[in-house]
């Protein structure tokens, strides 16, 4: 069975600092990686895919895909208020078949 | 105007009832998807179609039936209810069926199933 661990309590940070998440995959074949915001009561929204090893910066975004230790990060620079959000990994052979993980809370503290 | 909308927004019932969730985009999108999220916030790929055409069909009771009559429309009905059930539904699209493609979320429908 393909699993996406995200397995980080809620994160706190207060605003302007740094958020980290991480993100743990078990399909080596996966080549599709995604990752979801989701604000409380509403539906995931993309904010970053990635297809290759190495960072890819959008704003203040940045994620980090390692495929040869399976795991995939997401970096949130200069975190606001409006970032508090739940993050969601998906992962998949692509975009068609996404495998999701559970999530990591994010309360930015102003 | 909304891209993927969902009816109804909240639907509460009881156990043993047949219920249907509609799903409409008006993206132009060829595939579309069910997504279910449980109380953990798990979200867990149910169904995708494209072109009308079952594609993918995971693990879901055969209570679950998905609908296509066109490709802008993707309606599940669920058959005798159970607790378990009780969830948030999500229907989604993408342009087609693309390794690539960014998928659409609609804004959920939330089932409670007493």
């Known amino acids: 069975q393909k699993e996406v661990e995200q397995n980080s309590g809620p994160l706190s940070v207060p605003e302007g600092a740094i958020a980290s998440l991480n993100c743990t995959y078990s399909d080596r074949g996966s080549q599709s990686f995604f990752w979801y915001r989701q604000y409380s009561g509403k539906s995931p929204e993309l904010i970053m895919s990635?297809?290759?090893?190495g960072d890819k910066e959008d704003g203040r975004f940045t994620a980090q895909l390692n495929k040869a230790s399976q795991y995939v990060s997401l970096l949130i620079r200069d975190s606001q208020p409006s970032d508090s959000a739940t993050y969601l990994c998906a992962v998949g052979p692509g975009a068609n078949r996404l495998a999701f993980g559970k999530g990591n809370q994010v309360v930015v503290i102003p | 105007d909304t891209a993927v909308s969902q009816t109804p927004k909240y639907l509460v019932t009881q156990m043993g009832n047949d219920k249907s969730i509609k799903c409409e985009q008006n993206l132009g999108h060829d595939t579309m998807y069910w997504y279910k999220q449980d109380s953990k916030k798990f979200l867990k790929i149910m169904f995708s179609?494209?072109?009308?055409?079952?594609?993918i069909n995971e693990t879901v009771p055969n209570r679950f039936s998905p609908k296509s009559p066109d490709k802008a429309h993707l309606n599940l009905h669920i058959n005798s209810l159970e607790l378990g059930d009780s969830a948030v539904y999500f229907c989604?699209?993408?342009?087609?069926?693309?390794?690539?493609?960014?998928?659409?979320f609609g804004p959920g429908t939330r089932l409670t199933v007493l």
């Open positions: 179609y494209n072109n009308k055409e079952l594609i």
């Open positions: 989604a699209s993408s342009q087609e069926w693309s390794e690539t493609d960014t998928q659409y």
């Open positions: 990635i297809y290759s090893n």
